[in-house]
């Protein structure tokens, strides 16, 4: 059985490891870039930008941009950083101890990622102006929660199938999939993440009914707890997937995969 202990611990260890002077001045970057971008255009903005827009603009930005981003850094080198270390092997032999692995360094990315879009959208949300802004607020930290929670296990299992080439994929993935599948109206583009965040966004915002007619069919009819049940669903799914993956597989230490 999967230890609770034992996953901890490889949390820990990979926190630690993460304090590493790139990947702090990384984590300043995607914190702090959403904040001074919307300074810029405010102040330089001689129009009043509608709540829908700004929201919009602010969504893609914290939901999106960071949390892809730092997790392209936290997540998709799973696999690769263990191989090139030499330290595979020595997590091979242990009991259960690629899946202890695999959990630890997820929920480590997951941490870092959601910590910075929490920073980034607690600086934003003050300084622009909304009627609801303390549902704004809350509405963003949920779903950069559940966005690092999602792309988090769909990096994981792109690094546990194409360890040295994990962040290629990633990419790929990222742009075709969740960037021009997801606008299109059609059924594939329910399959996409991005697609279930945007839609929760503008239920739980009250948005829907402000946009047009046409654009709704980007947006999904579902109530809410579906849309929050099928990102869930999936995470779990994918972990689930890479866990079994990561358990059986065997990796070439000095050679391509």
Known sequence: MVDGRSIWAAFRFEWRRSLSGFRIASWCVLAFFTPVLIFLVQSRSRADVSQLVMGSVIFVLVVEVTCLLGLLLWGAPLIQSELESNSWIYLAVRPRGRIHLLLGKYVNAVTWVFLAALTAISITAPFVWMVRVGQFWTVIVTLAFLSSLSYGALYVLMAVIFPKRAMVFAVAYTLIFEGLVSLVPATVNRLTIQYRLRSLLFRWMDWYERIPE????????????????????????????AVVIIQYREYAVNSPD
Not at 217 to 240: D, E, H, M, R, Y
């Open 214 to 241: 046409d654009a709704r069919i980007l947006l999904s009819k579902a109530p809410a707890w579906q849309n929050v049940g099928f990102l869930l669903g999936l995470t779990a799914l994918l972990l689930g997937a």
